[in-house]
């Protein structure tokens, strides 16, 4: 895979990278450490700057899109506001719009065929939907979502199908706010006899679960690189306190303990890296990707969870504090091992590919 970046990506990395040090960072020392959002005015005022710079809502390819999300994560929030959302413009502003996905349920597991128990059963011109889903982030403040249901009880993966779902439907409704280990929350919503018209329905009936399968694979390209993000943050800043620090009259970059430490880090950051633009490229090109975008799921939020626990660790007491993002980090990383398929699922969809057997029904 050639590395070698165009200059226009080359141009496009340098402006995020510029926009994130001199913009965004200097705002957070002002909010509260698990702030996930702006003020309305600072978030205003960096969207305009960013449509100047020609950033927002960037049209680019797969390749430059992870080089992007790489980026935006290198920040204090950068796992779940990656940049605030200054770099698109939605409706509602910093904190509506947007959408949700809504595919896991309380039943729980992670294998669709038999997890979904969500119905839709068609009755003359609409779907009537009813069913649970949790862990939709956002649910609560989007317009709209994209919904996977059981259409057909007799076909395993083949009688689920997607609809999209706008949450002023009769029926919708959020029921509870679920908090978890990060700074920010997740949902769990429900469908009573929710109708919707027969076009809600995407890409045909029983086709649901191979588009729910494509968009993972797809997510999880940028949910990984945005891993990579912040373990690139948290490098810099130990590398930086490293050299700065002195104990028992020696830099702490002068004990071989800490530049181990360092080495393991960029070892982590540099593999993350290289899975991810590769899996990148071959979704770019339209080859077959799931196997790389499985791998670096993987590396990067596994790797970047050692990261952040070693660059703590070089801190010392401080890196426990909530005066360095380390802890948020740390907390957020642990999620980042589940959230778009948990390790041991990567495992076994590469196992799969590797002994080239199905998944069953």
């Known amino acids: 895979m050639d590395l070698e970046l165009s200059d226009e990506q080359k141009l496009i990395v340098a402006n995020v990278r510029r926009f994130i040090r001199e913009e965004i960072r200097p705002l957070e020392r002002e909010l509260d450490p698990d702030a996930y959002t702006l003020q309305p ?10 449509e100047e ?20 994560s290198q920040h204090n929030a950068g796992l779940y506001a990656p940049a605030y959302g200054v770099f698109s413009r939605r409706e509602g502003g910093a904190e509506g719009g947007g959408g949700f996905l809504g595919l896991s349920e309380p039943s ?8 979904i128990q969500t119905r839709a059963v068609r009755d003359g011109d609409e779907w009537v939907l009813n069913g ?20 057909d009880l007799e076909k395993g993966r083949a009688g689920i ?13 959020v029921e509870r706010l679920v908090q978890v280990l990060r700074s920010h929350y997740t949902t769990e919503i429900s ?3 929710m109708r919707l018209p027969l076009q809600a329905m995407l890409g045909g009936e029983g086709s649901g679960f191979a588009r729910a399968n494509d968009t993972l694979s797809h997510n999880r390209i940028p949910y990984a690189v945005g891993c990579l993000g912040v373990a690139v943050y948290a490098t810099e800043l130990a590398v930086d306190w490293a050299k700065q620090r002195v104990t028992f009259g020696e830099p702490l970059a002068n004990r071989q ?4 430490m360092l080495v393991d880090n960029e070892i982590d950051i540099r593999t993350g890296r290289w899975i991810a633009l590769d899996a990148a490229a071959k979704a770019q090109r ?18 970047a969870g050692r990261v952040v626990d070693r660059s703590m660790q070089i801190f010392g007491g401080l890196g426990m504090s909530k005066d360095m993002p380390f802890e948020r980090w740390y907390r957020e990383l642990r999620i980042r091992r589940v959230g778009e398929g948990p390790s041991e699922i990567q495992r076994v969809v590469m196992a799969r590919e590797i002994l080239n057997v199905g998944s069953g029904s």
């Open 108 to 115: 729980g597991g992670s294998d669709p065929a038999r997890a």
């Open 257 to 260: 303990a800490i530049q181990w």
């Open 161 to 173: 199908s997607a609809f999209r779902v706008p949450t002023d439907t009769p029926g919708f409704r």
């Open 191 to 193: 469908f009573t006899d």
């Open 132 to 151: 649970s889903k949790l862990w939709t982030s956002g649910a609560d403040t989007a317009d709209s979502g994209i919904v996977y249901a059981r259409t």
């Open 41 to 50: 005015e600072d978030h205003e005022r960096l969207v305009g700057m960013t």
């Open 53 to 72: 710079m020609g950033l927002l809502n960037m049209q680019v390819d797969t390749v430059t899109r992870t080089l992007v999300a790489e980026e935006m």
């Open 286 to 303: 339209g080859e077959p990707f799931r196997f790389e975008s499985s791998m670096a799921k993987l590396l990067c939020t596994e790797g």
